[in-house]
């Protein structure tokens, strides 16, 4: 079966993370299909919502590390930025189930996606610093929008998890469910969506973005170009290789 499942009824396209035994991290070609379904999504007039739902107990450990070494991002058409440019940029309403470890891109797609149903067992991070990386997904802008400076530069800076509850305080996430029951839920609420009409989903989605989605197409290509040449530097260097070879990564001479 494919690790990116898609289901299509009622007017909500349901996107699954289907790799549980690789903790759901997303390849380059997962990413490829994310964003060929949110085209699809996008030129069906019978798709009115999207759904992305991971498992009861892991939603996203992030990149898939030994893929992401082995082929990683290469400029704008690589399959990661399109789909990060087709996330920011879907007309159409995102509704997410997130249970268990959101981890990088698993925790920032959230920011453009428009209802978030968490799991009580919910864990957020974005350890991009501890990789020797910077950002993506222009979380660099929405991250301190929404959370405010010092909880951002905490979050951001030293890349340690924050549960559902913080998520729900400062806004991250609408509710705060059982795991077993997120993905439902999350479903229910699309399919309250997908019964309104279209043309006014859209119509007011696109005027709740208006005034960052310039600023949040700008940073996601100032944070790709960082992203790339930090990746072929020593600190993501040392990251990496301290992760494939199982300890703890030394940065001193870094």
Avoid: W
């Amino acid at each position: 079966m494919s690790d990116i499942l898609v289901h299509t009824e009622a007017g909500v396209m349901t996107l699954t993370f289907n790799r549980v035994d690789k903790k759901n991290s997303i390849t380059g070609s997962m990413y490829g299909e994310l964003a060929d379904a949110l085209a699809a999504a996008e030129g069906d007039a019978a798709v009115r919502c999207v759904l992305i739902q991971g498992d009861p107990t892991i939603f996203s450990a992030g990149n898939d590390i030994g893929d992401f070494l082995n082929a990683p991002p290469a400029g704008k058409d690589s399959p990661v930025f399109r789909f990060l440019r087709g996330i920011a940029a879907f007309p159409k309403p995102i509704v997410a189930a997130v249970c268990g470890p959101a981890v990088g891109i698993g925790t920032t797609m959230l920011f453009h996606c428009d209802l978030v149903y968490a799991g009580d067992n919910a864990a957020f991070s974005m350890p991009f610093v501890n990789l020797g990386l910077c950002p993506e997904a222009a979380s660099s802008l929405l991250v301190p929008q929404m959370l405010g400076y010092h909880r951002a530069a905490e979050a951001l800076l030293l890349g340690e998890p924050f549960m559902a509850e913080a998520a729900l305080e400062v806004g991250l996430v609408n509710r705060i469910v059982p795991p077993t029951e997120a993905n439902a839920i999350a479903q229910v609420q699309a399919r309250k969506l997908a019964a309104k009409p279209l043309s006014a989903l859209v119509e007011t989605k696109r005027l709740l973005k208006k005034a960052q989605m310039p600023a949040v197409l700008e940073r996601m290509d100032e944070e790709g170009a960082s992203f790339g040449r930090m990746l072929r530097e020593p600190a993501a260097r040392e990251a990496f290789g301290a992760f494939m070879e199982k300890r703890k990564p030394d940065f001193s001479k870094v």
